[in-house]
């Protein structure tokens, strides 16, 4: 069911979670760190690759500087676990704790409601609200928003290193990505009504 207010159900969402606005800004800070360090490893693995390659053209390779990137490129990779692991155990808890209030507070307007409320309503449709809904809020708050927020700046830091890299491969993949969007759209339109089939079942 949607909202019949989009805008409203956000704001009222955003203003629910102040509580724990400190938290969701941390995680999101260990999320962007994490996030520059995934996308700087590749620049690195280029560079030993170039330190290899070269033994190609019967130049010695330059161990100490290979093993000096390796160990930078082990730092950067356990450095991205760490962030990652500290920013979904902050998430988690923002969503258990979002929850059992946002729980305790439907319990509460359960308790409070007439009698009659019950019988103009099916008993799946409130237990839906205290189990169902409840989930996919705090789903969205572990995963979803993080992901949402890495993924955008990974998204703008992948195509900076790419243009540094080489503007026409640049090029050729943008031209590509509209194409695969358009592919995905049509996937998309033609599976949702069986989504929505399986939702009603």
């Given at each position: 069911?949607?909202?019949?207010?989009?805008?409203?159900?956000?704001?009222?969402?955003?203003?629910?979670?102040?509580?724990?606005?400190?938290?969701?800004?941390?995680?999101?800070?260990?999320?962007?760190?994490?996030?520059?360090?995934?996308?700087?490893?590749?620049?690195?693995?280029?560079?030993?690759?170039?330190?290899?390659?070269?033994?190609?053209?019967?130049?010695?390779?330059?161990?100490?500087?290979?093993?000096?990137?390796?160990?930078?490129?082990?730092?950067?990779?356990?450095?991205?676990?760490?962030?990652?692991?500290?920013?979904?155990?902050?998430?988690?808890?923002?969503?258990?704790?979002?929850?059992?209030?946002?729980?305790?507070?439907?319990?509460?307007?359960?308790?409070?409601?007439?009698?009659r409320y019950f019988d103009s309503r099916s008993y799946g449709d409130v237990?839906?609200?205290?189990?169902?809904?409840?989930?996919?809020?705090?789903?969205?708050?572990?995963?979803?928003?993080?992901?949402?927020?890495?993924?955008?700046?990974?998204?703008?830091?992948?195509?900076?290193?790419?243009?540094?890299?080489?503007?026409?491969?640049?090029?050729?993949?943008?031209?590509?990505?509209?194409?695969?969007?358009?592919?995905?759209?049509?996937?998309?339109?033609?599976?949702?009504?069986?989504?929505?089939?399986?939702?009603?079942?």
């Amino acid at each position: 069911e949607k909202p019949k207010n989009f805008k409203a159900s956000i704001k009222r969402l955003v203003l629910f979670l102040k509580p724990q606005y400190p938290a969701i800004i941390l995680a999101l800070l260990f999320s962007a760190a994490a996030t520059v360090l995934s996308v700087l490893a590749p620049g690195y693995i280029n560079d030993i690759t170039n330190e290899i390659f070269v033994a190609v053209f019967g130049i010695p390779i330059d161990m100490g500087e290979v093993g000096r990137i390796g160990v930078t490129l082990v730092i950067f990779y356990g450095a991205t676990f760490l962030l990652n692991y500290v920013q979904s155990f902050l998430m988690a808890g923002v969503n258990q704790k979002t929850s059992r209030r946002m729980r305790g507070l439907i319990a509460k307007k359960i308790n409070d409601v007439p009698l009659r409320y019950f019988d103009s309503r099916s008993y799946g449709d409130v237990l839906s609200r205290v189990t169902n809904d409840v989930d996919t809020i705090g789903n969205m708050l572990s995963s979803t928003l993080v992901q949402l927020f890495s993924g955008t700046l990974s998204i703008i830091g992948t195509l900076f290193l790419m243009l540094y890299t080489n503007i026409w491969l640049t090029a050729v993949t943008l031209i590509m990505i509209p194409l695969m969007l358009r592919a995905g759209g049509e996937v998309a339109k033609r599976s949702q009504k069986y989504f929505s089939a399986q939702q009603s079942a």
